[in-house]
């Protein structure tokens, strides 16, 4: 017999409405938010590393100034995502502390390195691009912060596409050396980023209890297969190719087919073996490390003004 609390639970989900910090929420549900939302926290975070790469080096000054925004973005982004996760009462430091452990998961794409200006463009149109893809139903998802916090960032994600996608316009309309670059960031990028919707649909324990709580509203397959829908009419703008022989439309279920993943590869990135995964990680520990001055003059700072108030 369910209690009055579970019940009330059960028809907020059944009623497709949302779930707010102070409701009452099964163990089981709260713990595979904090799951979700930390490591997308943490992936906006290490995310910002393959493009801050690049700032330096970017081509133009205009060029700077976008994709330090951009950068920016992803660091508000994981800082949203903090908070929503603490909402739940795990606190931020506990998650940090996870992430600059190496126990804490992060999105498998951040661990491939930035080795032109066009894996910039690459970036921008297909990581980004998936990520939209994948993070638009989450603006519904049944926690009330967690969706909430997805609305902002899907906005931010969309102008971040569209400066990838224009990048790569821009390269393909310019030599044959830019145009080569173009292609083979598209080359390198292609299936890692249809990797970041997570293992088939087979092989993911998460997703039927996920879509049963309204968090996830889709399956990993589902999204993946509306992105390569997506992508192939915007690569034929683009004039670049993707980079799988078996890509075909399939006349009888209104989809593109596309060919196997290399799926030993992403559980040799998710195990830490992926080829800057250690790089990613030791960066991340330094920041932290550097940063620990600041943390504590703002906790000074606090408790300062705390003893003022009392005052
Ligand atoms: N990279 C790293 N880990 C992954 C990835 C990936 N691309 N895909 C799946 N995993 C992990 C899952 O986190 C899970 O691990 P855990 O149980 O130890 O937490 C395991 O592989 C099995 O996968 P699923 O059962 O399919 O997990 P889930 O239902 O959580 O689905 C998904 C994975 C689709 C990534 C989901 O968590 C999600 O939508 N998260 C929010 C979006 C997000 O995190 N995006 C980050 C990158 S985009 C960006 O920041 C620009």
């Known amino acids: 017999m369910p209690t009055l609390e579970e019940q009330r639970f059960d028809e907020l989900i059944a009623a497709d409405a949302r ?29 910002m ?19 330090m925004a951009k950068v920016q973005d992803e660091a508000g982004h994981g800082l949203y995502l903090y908070s929503a996760a603490q909402t739940l009462g795990t606190p931020r430091d506990e998650m940090f502390q996870a992430l600059v452990d190496g126990t804490a998961k992060y999105s498998s794409i951040f661990n491939y390195p930035t080795l032109t200006w066009a894996d910039m463009g690459a970036i921008g149109w297909l990581v980004d691009g998936a990520a939209i893809c994948n993070q638009v139903p989450l603006c519904r998802a049944s926690y009330g912060p967690y969706g909430r916090a997805m609305v902002r960032i899907c906005k931010e994600e969309s102008f971040h596409q ?5 990048i790569l316009l821009e390269l393909m309309n ?4 830019q145009k ?27 997703s039927q209890q996920s879509m049963a709580w309204n968090i996830k509203r889709f399956s990993n397959d589902d999204l993946r297969q509306r992105f390569v829908d997506m992508l192939v009419p915007q690569a034929e703008a683009l004039g670049v190719t993707l980079p799988d022989p078996d890509l075909r439309f ?6 593109y087919d596309y060919g196997q993943l290399d799926w030993d590869e992403f559980h040799e990135v ?9 790089q990613r990680l030791a960066h991340r520990r330094k920041a932290f490390e550097d940063g620990a001055w600041v943390r504590e003059a703002a906790a000074a700072y606090a408790r300062t003004q705390a003893q003022l108030e009392k005052v």
């Open 270 to 278: 998710l195990a830490g073996r992926g080829p800057c995964n250690g």
């Open 180 to 206: 080569a670059m173009a292609q083979d960031a598209v080359d390198r990028w292609y299936a890692p980023s249809l990797m970041m919707f997570g293992p088939p649909d087979g092989d993911s324990p998460n």
């Open 49 to 67: 590393q393959p493009e801050a790469n690049w700032i330096s080096r970017a081509p133009s000054l205009k060029r700077k100034a976008i994709l």
């Open 174 to 177: 310019g030599t044959d050396a």
């Open 162 to 166: 569209r400066q990838g996608f224009e």
């Open 19 to 47: 779930v707010e910090p102070r409701d009452w929420m099964p163990e089981g549900y709260r713990k595979t938010l904090v799951r979700q939302i930390s490591q997308h926290a943490h992936s906006e975070i290490i995310g």
């Open 250 to 255: 399939n006349e009888q279920t209104g989809h």
